[in-house]
């Protein structure tokens, strides 16, 4: 299963974005989602999970800018990017823990004057 992830573009420092994962299918409600992101040369980068039930964790360098969540009658988890900074440019990706999920496309963010 892929997902479809959405919402990315280009930002100025200090806007926000609202990302979309959409993963198609029937079983969206057990996957514990995550969010990671990848610039060119570095290994992807933990952002944050949303399990199936429970609350979400957030990496802590995020300081609180950035919310995980999601809507299982649409099949979708959300990162809501708020006072995006040049170093949050990156193509952000979602998956789940346990692998039933491939990895997407993902999508490009980029944060710029």
């Known amino acids: 299963v892929q997902p479809v992830e959405s919402g990315g573009g280009l930002v100025q420092p200090g806007g926000s974005l609202r990302l979309s994962c959409t993963v198609p299918?029937?079983?969206?409600?057990?996957?514990?989602m995550v969010w990671y992101r990848q610039t060119p040369g570095n290994e992807r980068e933990w952002i944050a999970t949303?399990?199936?039930?429970?609350?979400?964790n957030h990496a802590n360098f995020l300081k609180g800018r950035f919310t995980i969540s999601r809507d299982n009658a649409k099949n979708t988890v959300y990162l809501q990017m708020n006072n995006l900074e040049p170093q949050d440019t990156a193509v952000y990706y979602c998956?789940?823990?346990?692998?039933?999920?491939?990895w997407g496309k993902g999508t490009r963010v980029t944060v710029s004057s």
């Open positions: 998956k789940d823990l346990n692998d039933f999920v491939d």
């Open positions: 949303i399990p199936r039930s429970g609350p979400p």
């Open positions: 299918g029937k079983s969206f409600h057990i996957y514990n």
